[in-house]
């Protein structure tokens, strides 16, 4: 490689999109502290189909053509010394080294609930977390959905639609779920929940309990309404805490995330870069999503090269998919709140040539993964 050296820190969603963006451009090591390529997307779908939802959402790292340049380190990012230009990488062994870089991108995302944390893992623990966290969901007769994003409501959503006999109830503390999107959106999917037999309770703030893991209950709501008892609480407030511990504290805002400009560089470090829900780009930190590893790329190369950066610019509003893919297809909702149908049908077609094709540069099918990623 005659490009720079760039560590990316994190290979989920955001850090896996900018490692295939790069392509053979730099010389690129990814740090990642799962065994595979698992996604904090489609919640709902991950608690009721595991299965489908590992389809897409959980994939080697060597089934991506466009990782095939990078080497790939299992491990987990302790310390980052900007001085001497250096990752310090705890390994599953217990053993560490230093992964030096000339460029380095933040990309550790944050913790969420019980189903985004940056544990380090082997396949055997995330089959764990995925069988235990469904278990928990069918053998429940009563589950209450606490969140008013769309984790909770897909959450709903997708467990009432695989086992209709359940009693799920969504409550949330506003007067209607969903505040990040346009209000066309909370119309449609709210009528969709009550469809699939969701009792829907609006202005129910609670009282969370000290972890946000899979609950029974009973919960408490600071708006006065009785305690709510279930079988299965599922915790989706959005409680999320930076993956930032590893860093020197002057990059971090009074949160904790990643303080960059427009440009996505870290505030006062040229040579550092944040993407994802860990950089403080903006209120919704939305350059997980919008195309901000694509803006991210070319800054790595225009700083490489001596040019000039762009500037990433946010969102007003949250747009994409709420609910996921359903038996009777999948919606996807515009910024302004329409909504357009894909038929069930058409999905797969979707996830093959848009994402799989279109969005990663080419996936493998599992069981041909001959691609050279190497990985300590």
């Known amino acids: 490689m005659t490009g720079p050296r760039v560590v990316i820190v994190g290979l989920g969603d955001t850090g896996v999109l900018t490692g295939i963006r790069l392509g053979r451009d730099a010389d690129v090591v990814g740090i990642t502290t799962k065994p595979g390529f698992v996604s904090g997307q489609e919640l709902g779908l991950r608690l009721a ?8 959402y959980r994939i080697g790292y ?13 491990g987990s990012a302790t310390a980052l010394d900007t001085t001497n230009r250096t990752v310090r990488v705890r390994h ?15 990309a550790t995302g944050v913790t969420n609930g019980f189903w985004r944390h940056p544990a380090l893992q082997d396949h055997a623990d995330v089959d764990a977390d995925l069988a235990s966290h469904h278990r928990r969901i069918a053998d429940a007769g009563t589950v209450v959905v606490v969140g ?3 984790a909770a409501a897909s959450c709903a959503a ?21 505040p990040e999107h346009h209000h066309r959106v909370w119309t449609r999917v709210e009528s969709r929940l009550g469809a699939l037999g969701v009792v829907i309770h609006p202005g129910h703030r609670a009282i969370p309990p000290p972890a946000s893991d899979l609950g029974s209950g009973p919960v408490e709501w600071s708006t006065g309404q009785p305690p709510t008892t279930a079988d299965v609480v599922i915790w989706a407030i959005g409680r999320i805490r930076p993956n930032t511990a590893w860093l020197p504290p ?22 550092v870069f944040a993407v994802g829900d860990v950089a403080a780009t903006d209120r919704l930190r939305s350059s997980a999503r919008n195309q901000g590893h694509k803006v991210l790329a070319h800054n790595l190369r225009a700083h490489a090269n001596g040019t000039s950066l762009r500037v990433y610019r946010p969102p007003r509003r949250r747009w994409g998919s709420v609910l996921g893919v359903q038996r009777d297809g999948l919606t996807v909702y515009a910024p302004n709140g329409l909504g357009f149908r894909f038929p069930l049908r058409t999905t797969d077609a979707l996830q093959r040539f ?23």
């Not at 467990?159 to 779920?177: D, L, N, S």
């Not at 400009?261 to 470090?269: A, K, S």
């Not at 799989?356 to 041909?368: L, P």
């Open 49 to 56: 189909r595991p299965q489908e939802w590992m389809r897409d």
């Open 250 to 271: 002057d990059m971090l805002d009074e949160r904790g995330f990643v303080r960059v400009l427009p440009t996505l560089r870290v505030v006062g470090f040229d040579d």
């Open 62 to 74: 060597d089934r991506f053509r466009g990782l095939d340049p990078m080497r790939i380190v299992h």
């Open 92 to 106: 599953v062994d217990g053993s560490s080294s230093d992964e030096p870089y000339d460029l380095v991108v933040i």
């Open 354 to 376: 848009v994402v799989r094709r279109g969005i990663y540069g080419g996936v493998r099918e599992a069981g041909k993964n001959s691609g050279p990623a190497e990985h300590r």
């Open 158 to 178: 997708q467990i009432a639609e695989r086992w209709p006999a359940k009693e799920v109830h969504f409550c949330f503390p506003g007067q209607r779920a969903l």
């Open 148 to 150: 008013g994003g769309a």
